[in-house]
């Protein structure tokens, strides 16, 4: 008998990608056929595979069942499963506001999931994934939960401690990877700089980067999701030594103010951030800092904001993220801070920080007008193949336009090109020669 199609959705960061993309290998493995992120439901399973985040990422969740569910009640879906870390953290909740969905399932569970279909989670496999993303770049997630315990974060109420993976386990994923093609390497964990504490009883990430670095076909290596307190300064001499390792830190700093850094209980001062950022950039030069920054945390004042926007001119950030503070049931912040900053206030300050930030983006983009920058071409959109330099992440940073005006580029290869104009966010060149790699 023909198994039916299963659709899955995946709604908020890369971690919770990586997951579905094991969940597609276990249903490729077993016959189905699996769509993920399909423009249109194709009439069989969907799976939607949350984010619990923030409040926003909350809703756009929501949504997303409840629209699935709606075409259950069509007959235009037959079933509806749902997991990832919304559902850990309201599960009961959950089912009893949306009794429509026929199961759900928490972020770590999901392997019942397949069971529930009268099939086996095949454990031969478990570390195979179908890759969602362009076939030259994947994600590696290196562990899961979190101890940092920030304030406003509920990340370590869904996700529980901090585990790191074996070293030899992610060397042989990333290495599986190379042999399938894969030559571009994202990072990624909730915390990056914990990676080994729990495992090996110190931090490990340099170590791992380092033996990462050293396998053949590894192309660009990319850290996403630092802390930085006790920001483990033995990774940046590994960054300067291997030029496969991209010179881009994604460390999220939330706040300079001292009194709102100490309110969020992240554990480092205004000083100490200031160094951290020029031991960056001393060690690793031209390193490209992203990073992420909250407006309106509870009792912000005008003057604690007037020195988060002095420290974004001051340090002027190659990518930057902001948002605005919303309180989470469950976290230190919600129990023992009021949500006291308006709303409109929380949005006006948002919006100062990312028109400053717009700004800084364009004069670092016009600073790179004439410099040629190793590019990997992503895609082809319109008239344009649209590529990424080691400073750009792929989905949050900006990309780099080449017209098809010239020799045909190749997706998946790396090209030099010259910078020829900037915009707030984009460059735009062409390819100095026709050598590629």
């Known amino acids: 008998m023909k198994k039916q199609t299963v659709d899955i959705i995946t709604m908020g960061c890369s971690k919770n990608l ?22 249109e439901t194709h009439g069989g399973i969907a799976v939607v595979n949350t984010c619990g985040f923030i409040g926003d990422a909350k809703e756009e969740s929501i949504n997303m069942i409840l629209e699935l569910c709606q075409l259950k009640e069509e007959g235009r879906l037959s079933r509806v499963y749902v997991m990832g ?3 850990e953290r309201y599960f009961e909740e959950l089912g009893e506001e949306i009794p429509q969905v026929d199961k759900f399932y928490g972020k770590f569970n999901w392997p019942d999931l ?12 478990a570390l195979e994934r179908v890759l969602t993303t362009p076939p030259h770049y994947a994600y590696v997630k290196i562990s899961e939960g979190c101890d940092r315990k920030c304030a406003y974060c509920a990340i370590p109420i869904i996700t529980g401690h901090h585990i790191s993976r074996p070293i030899d386990e992610i060397l042989d994923e990333v290495r599986s990877l190379v ?25 490990r ?27 483990p300064m033995d990774l940046l001499p590994v960054m300067r030594r291997h030029p496969n390792v991209c010179r881009y830190l994604d460390i999220a700093l939330q706040h300079i103010s001292d009194s709102v850094l100490s309110r969020m209980r992240r554990h480092t001062t205004k000083a100490e951030t200031y160094e951290l950022i020029r031991q960056l950039r001393e060690q690793v030069p031209g390193i490209a800092i992203r990073t992420t920054l ?29 948002f605005a503070y919303s309180e989470e049931e469950g976290t230190y912040a919600a129990e023992h801070y009021t949500d006291d900053v308006p709303a409109e206030v929380k949005q006006q300050r948002l919006d100062t920080l990312m028109e400053l930030q717009a700004g800084i983006s364009a004069e670092l983009g016009e600073a790179k007008v004439g410099q040629t920058l190793r590019t990997v071409i992503d895609r082809v959109e319109g008239n344009f193949y649209v ?32 910078i020829q104009s900037a915009d707030e966010y984009d460059l735009y060149g062409t390819v100095a020669q026709e050598s590629a790699s």
Not at 117 to 122: K, S, T, V
Not at 181 to 202: H, N, P
Not at 218 to 228: K, N, Q, S
């Open 85 to 87: 870390c919304l559902s």
């Open 205 to 231: 990430l340099p170590e791992l980067i380092d033996r990462m670095a050293g396998i053949p076909g590894v192309e660009w290596i990319r850290l996403h999701y630092a802390y930085p307190a006790r920001f």
């Open 387 to 418: 590529g990424r330099t080691e400073f750009d992440s792929p989905e949050v940073d900006g990309e780099v336009l080449i017209p098809m005006n010239g020799t045909p580029l190749t997706v998946g290869r790396f090209y030099p090109v010259t």
């Open 18 to 39: 990586v997951d579905s993309e094991h969940l597609l290998r276990q249903l490729e493995a077993l016959g189905y056929e699996a769509y993920h992120n399909p423009e």
């Open 179 to 203: 042999a399938r093609g894969v030559r571009e390497f994202q990072i990624i964990a909730q915390e990056l700089t914990y990676y080994g504490v729990d495992r090996y009883g110190r931090q």
């Open 114 to 125: 397949l069971r529930d279909l009268g099939e086996r989670y095949d454990e031969d496999i």
């Open 294 to 322: 909250m407006v309106g945390f509870p009792g912000e004042t005008d003057e604690e904001f007037a020195e988060l926007v002095d420290f974004v001119r001051t340090v002027r950030f190659d990518r930057m993220g902001a």
